[in-house]
């Protein structure tokens, strides 16, 4: 399962209102470290298939939702559940580590 491409039109429908944990990605194009992440997020939503939605939100296209969930540093990871901010991870974690992050919360 590829992530979901989110904006403010489909934020809420796909994550606040999602019957499963959410991960978002805040990123953006320029960003080294969120490029180096892009890769890991992708294993995680074929990984998690199922079990949670993995989606991302380029923040320079989106900077209302970024302003609301207090992104002032990217990469950054927040796990949404019941339609809240569960936990985040600032800046580039690698795969087990996340993976570790997501199953402590999940």
Same mark, same amino acid.
């Given at each position: 399962?590829? /992530?979901?491409? @989110?904006? %403010?039109?489909? &934020?809420?429908?796909? +994550? @606040?209102? !999602?019957?499963? #944990? +959410?991960? +978002?990605? &805040?990123? %953006?194009?320029?960003? =080294? #470290?969120?490029?180096?992440? =892009?890769?890991?997020?992708?294993?995680?939503?074929?990984?998690? /298939? =199922?079990?949670?939605?993995?989606?991302?939100?380029? +923040?320079? !296209?989106?900077?209302? @939702?970024?302003?609301?969930?207090?992104?002032?540093?990217?990469?950054?990871?927040? @796990? &949404? %559940?019941?339609?809240?901010?569960?936990?985040? !991870?600032?800046? &580039?974690? #690698?795969?087990?580590?996340?993976?570790?992050?997501?199953? %402590?919360?999940?």
């Amino acid at each position: 399962m590829a /992530e979901i491409i @989110l904006n %403010a039109d489909n &934020f809420e429908s796909e +994550v @606040l209102n !999602s019957d499963i #944990p +959410v991960l +978002v990605d &805040f990123w %953006a194009e320029w960003c =080294g #470290p969120c490029k180096m992440l =892009g890769p890991v997020i992708s294993q995680l939503a074929e990984q998690y /298939e =199922g079990k949670i939605k993995v989606a991302k939100v380029n +923040v320079d !296209s989106n900077e209302e @939702l970024a302003m609301k969930y207090g992104i002032d540093s990217i990469p950054a990871v927040k @796990l &949404f %559940a019941g339609g809240e901010v569960k936990d985040e !991870s600032i800046g &580039f974690t #690698p795969l087990p580590a996340l993976k570790q992050w997501i199953d %402590a919360n999940i």
